[in-house]
């Protein structure tokens, strides 16, 4: 039997064989916003929550037919996801009863008369503790999910590797013939100048995107080749030269007047850069982006790369998907979200901030923007090596 628990209203049922006190505690917890229904023994409660579960049970001990203890011990062997908080009453003094019925499994104890300043007390903290369940229970079915998604893109790289290594020769031949067709007929105006035009977009545009399907399915290993200094602020002009056909406005993209020096690969850098503000334009509905950089202000030689924006942000749903490979795509299509992209680019930024033994952090939330910081190791002499991905967590902007 499943139990999805509904916190934000939580439902209750109130099973006594008193009418008087059925009625007093139904009255106490609709008046806090509590959804409540009442049962006279413990077989009526279990044929309420046949038809429909609940979140918490508050219980008497003394009921005929069934009483209070056999409830919960019936209710604790049931096959719930997530069982429901079982609160257990009785205005009898005898202590072995609290011992029998934590034992049996109830979660909390309140002495009869029960007065409404403990109980709405008590349940407020059923209702935290309900919450923190729920969300343990989430992860561990997300974690279950990530843990099958990754084995099957271990096979998939396998396959990616072969492709890419199949594509990437037909790919610069035809960038090649392009790029030569082009030097040859200079400026002259033609439909074989615009047709080779078109054939050099388009290889170089999938040669890209066959590049970052690579970085995000295949590990070639740290880059040690192409680690040194480089000016950062000059990598961003760059990415933005490039990035200049796509934007809707030049100017929309606010960068920093002064630079700092970072130590590893700039080619990995302009990734990362190309990839946050191609998301950004593409995906955020946005009108301006502003990239920032700075030392972290209790380490100096830990630097902090943001690229913000100003637009419709991502659900928070979604958040949890982000920088894994395919895992954004497959949440949007279970959660019927409208999302274009596979989420790759992040998970490719994971990969190099992990060089520089960094992390990234994604703020967002609805028409509050989004913004991702990028900490960054400055003076490494070289790659970082033992580290598949970099660290990332998500704060949920209200």
């Not at 917890?29 to 409540?36: A, D, K, N, S, T």
């Not at 096959?79 to 009785?90: G, H, M, N, R």
């Not at 960094?358 to 509050?368: F, K, M, Q, T």
Request: charged share 25%; net charge negative; proline share 7%.
């Amino acid at each position: 039997m499943s139990f999805e628990p509904s916190i934000v209203s939580p439902k209750v049922i109130v099973v006594d064989d008193e009418e008087t006190n059925r009625i007093i505690l139904s009255a106490w917890l609709q008046r806090f916003g509590f959804e409540c229904r009442t049962a006279h023994d413990g077989l009526d409660a279990l044929m309420h929550l046949d038809r429909e579960p609940c979140d918490i049970v508050i219980m008497d001990w003394h009921m005929p037919g069934m009483d209070g203890l056999e409830l919960i011990r019936l209710l604790r062997a049931r096959p719930f996801k997530q069982p429901p908080y079982l609160v257990f009453t009785t205005g009898d003094p005898d202590p072995r009863i609290l011992q029998d019925a934590f034992e049996a499994g109830a979660d909390d104890f309140i002495r009869k008369p029960v007065e409404s300043v403990e109980l709405m007390a008590r349940l407020h903290a059923a209702k935290r503790i309900l919450g923190l369940e729920k969300r343990i229970y989430d992860n561990a079915q997300s974690e279950v999910l990530a843990s099958i998604q990754r084995g099957a893109i271990r096979e998939l790289s396998e396959v990616v590797g072969t492709l890419a290594h199949d594509l990437r020769t037909p790919l610069a031949t035809i960038r090649l013939a392009a790029e030569g067709m082009l030097a040859k007929l200079g400026d002259n105006p033609s439909p074989v100048l615009s047709l080779a035009k078109r054939m050099s977009r388009v290889s170089t545009s999938m040669a890209e995107t066959l590049d970052e399907v690579v970085s995000a399915f295949v590990d070639e290993g740290p880059r040690l080749s192409g680690w040194g200094t480089f000016d950062i602020l000059s990598e961003i002009n760059r990415c933005l030269e490039m990035l200049s056909s796509s934007l809707p406005n030049p100017a929309m993209v606010c960068v920093p007047d002064c630079s700092i020096a970072l130590n590893g690969s700039p080619s990995s850098f302009r990734r990362m850069i190309l990839n946050l503000v191609s998301n950004a334009v593409r995906h955020a509905a946005c009108e301006s982006i502003r990239i920032s950089i700075e030392p972290y202000p209790t380490d100096p030689d830990l630097l902090v790369v943001e690229v913000a924006d100003d637009g419709k942000g991502i659900p928070a749903a979604l958040l949890r998907s982000l920088g894994e490979p395919l895992f954004l795509a497959d949440l949007a299509h279970r959660e019927k979200f409208f999302v274009k992209g596979t989420g790759l680019g992040l998970f490719v930024c994971r990969r190099i901030v992990a060089e520089s033994d960094g992390r990234i952090i994604v703020s967002s939330g609805p028409d509050r923007g989004t913004r991702v910081r990028l900490f960054l190791r400055r003076n490494l002499s070289g790659p970082v090596q033992g580290t598949d991905l970099a660290p990332i967590e998500f704060e949920v902007l209200p």
